[in-house]
């Protein structure tokens, strides 16, 4: 909860808590990332016959801490910012759904928490882009000037239901891929091996 509160505390105005809100998805992606940063042989330890139900756990506990983390954001942001932004909130807990499904697949993959991080919002920000693809296709290469690019959300218009739309098909394709992922990274082959496979399909 460090990482959003200056921006609570000292910027208080829309495009303050517009960077709160960033922060605190890049916060909730963080720890998810760093979650999965455990080894492969803890894993199999905790249910070397069943790693469907370590990985069901993991989301799980992950879910629960991310949705306290979301209460006490929300608590700090309607009692410090200055203003009841029930909106803020609610885009707030819509975070978390990428947050906890993205990041697994790219710890896994990168083996870095840091990349993970950054794939994860690099990745979240194209789901406006697709959506103003859909806008531009649907309105015409005129709709910045006409109004159709912004995201009112309290009256959602295209962009924000392609946003929408976008987002929830992202989380589901990277729960099952980070899933797929974990449980053959924890039945996987040596550390050396499996960065030989890496190699190989880089190439």
Known sequence: MLLPLPAILFWRSDDGRRVALGLFFI?????????????RKHDRSEHPQNLEAVWRERMIS?????FVAWIIFSTLLLELSGERDWVAVALAFGSLFPALAVPPWFRMRTRSSVAAVVFTVFTESWMKLLGCIVVVSVYGWNADSRGYTTMPWTHPNLLVWCFWFNTAA??????????????????????ELEAAVLKQESL
């Open 27 to 39: 916060a909730c992606s963080i720890l998810v990332a760093v979650a999965f940063g455990e080894s």
């Open 170 to 191: 992202l989380c589901l394709w990277f729960y099952f891929l980070g899933k797929r992922r974990f449980i053959k990274h924890a039945n996987g082959q040596p550390e």
């Open 62 to 66: 992950l879910a629960g801490l991310l």
